[in-house]
Each structure stands twice: as structure tokens, then as C-alpha cells.
């Protein structure tokens, strides 16, 4: 039964892999549209939020690149659920390695 969820994950983490390899642009963050006058709704920006090397960062993006800044958002956020499942597979994977050969 080990052996089998052994297959399963290291199949998963090979698919993992390729998904990763295929991943283009991307960036942290979140996006939000402000006002310069909140209460009339006027004066609209869009506004980027996020860390990176430990500072927060706060980033104007233009509303010509509002749609690519948020397909770049949506993919890091996939490359940080693949990055999260491979490294929970790889524990697993660790353990039943461990398991197995102990048991011999």
C-alpha cells in the first residue's frame, strides 16, 4: 500500500513539475482600485500592494495594464498552491520512504 501512494505522489510531483515549468509572468500581490475623492467616486487608480525582500511595497499601475497585472496576480497565486502541494507531497513522500525502510 505504501509503495502505491509512493507512485501516486511522485506521478503528482512530476505533474507538478511541468505545470511549474509552463508558468509565465507573475506577480505577488493584490490589486485594488482607489479614488482620490472617495465620497464623489472620482479619480480612480488602480493601486498594487505587496512584499517582497521583506518590504512592503505599494505600486500605480496604469488602467491600460490592469487586466495583465491581475493575470500575472492569478498566476502566482497558482504557482504558490503547486509549491505548497509539492512540498507537502515531498514530506509525505519522506515519511514513507523512512517508514518503508525501517520496517526492512
Known sequence: MADTRLDQIRTRI???KAELNAIDDMRPGSLSKQFKDPERGTGAYY??????????????????FVREVRRELVTYKRFKALTTEWIALSIEQSRLKIKLTGKS
Open 14 to 16: 512530476a505533474a507538478i
Open 47 to 64: 493601486q498594487l500592494n505587496y512584499s517582497h525582500g521583506g518590504r512592503s511595497r505599494t505600486d500605480y499601475v496604469a488602467p491600460a
